[in-house]
């Protein structure tokens, strides 16, 4: 089975993510997406605004409705900064038997050279890069090696990010068709990023 690994800080996660998950899915034949929130950002300057929990409740509810998507948690369970390479170690030892397909941003493809450990990464999964308003990919300027595990796909250029949605919030201002309803509901009752 082949599986797209989505990892983000999802804070919020939002219908670029959404779309970015399911463009990857059917282009490359995905069976499954997994959805997995990171504790701590490794790259990141600021923490997360919402809680390990709340992040996850967010995720949890915006893959209900897509019968090939999962919200997993191994990094909120690991604790600490969220090296992938830390996961893709616990991916393939608790599922020896499967493919794994990780799913990332234009901004994050330029940024793959930096990733801790980036060598033995790749030894065990591949990248499926996706277009982002703003970001230029351009393989040819990663180390080749690099570029032949990258596939690019592409989606339908979406200008939302979380930092967008956060502001958004802060500002009292709608956030309807930004994200799925129902997570948009769980932002209003719990007050999220309201300051
Ligand atoms: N609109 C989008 N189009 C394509 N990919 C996206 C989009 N938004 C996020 N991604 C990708 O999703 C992954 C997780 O992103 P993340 O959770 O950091 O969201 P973000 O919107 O970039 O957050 P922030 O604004 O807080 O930095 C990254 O690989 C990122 O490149
Ligand atoms: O392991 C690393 O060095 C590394 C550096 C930057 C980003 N990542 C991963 O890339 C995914 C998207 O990151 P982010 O911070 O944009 O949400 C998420 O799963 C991160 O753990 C991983």
């Known amino acids: 089975m082949k599986i797209g690994i989505m990892g983000g800080t ?3 996660i ?7 998950a399911e463009s990857a899915r059917e282009a490359a034949g995905l069976d499954e997406v997994w959805f997995i929130p990171t504790f701590i950002p490794p790259h990141k300057q600021n923490l997360p605004q919402a809680s390990a929990e709340q992040r996850l409740a967010m995720v949890q509810l915006a893959v209900s ?5 999962r919200a997993v948690d191994y990094e909120l369970e690991r604790g600490g900064a969220s090296y992938t390479v830390d996961t893709v170690k616990v991916l393939r030892q608790l599922h ?5 397909y990780y799913i ?20 065990s999964v591949s990248f499926i890069g996706l277009q982002r308003p703003g970001f ?3 393989l040819t300027e990663l180390p080749a090696k690099l570029a032949a595990k990258v596939q690019l796909v592409e989606m339908p250029l979406i200008e939302i990010s979380s930092t967008y949605i956060r502001e958004k919030m802060r500002l009292r201002q709608s956030v309807k068709y930004l994200v799925c309803e ?3 509901i769980y932002m209003e009752a719990n007050q999220l990023y309201e300051s």
Do not use: C, Q, T
């Open 96 to 100: 020896p038997e499967l493919s794994f």
């Open 65 to 69: 409705d897509h019968p090939n998507f």
């Open 104 to 123: 990332i941003g234009a901004d994050m493809v330029m940024y793959l050279p930096k990733w801790v450990r980036i060598e033995e990464i790749m030894e």
């Open 136 to 138: 230029e990919v351009n």
């Open 182 to 184: 129902k997570l948009r």
């Open 10 to 12: 999802f804070d919020p």
């Open 14 to 20: 939002h219908l670029g993510h959404m779309i970015a």
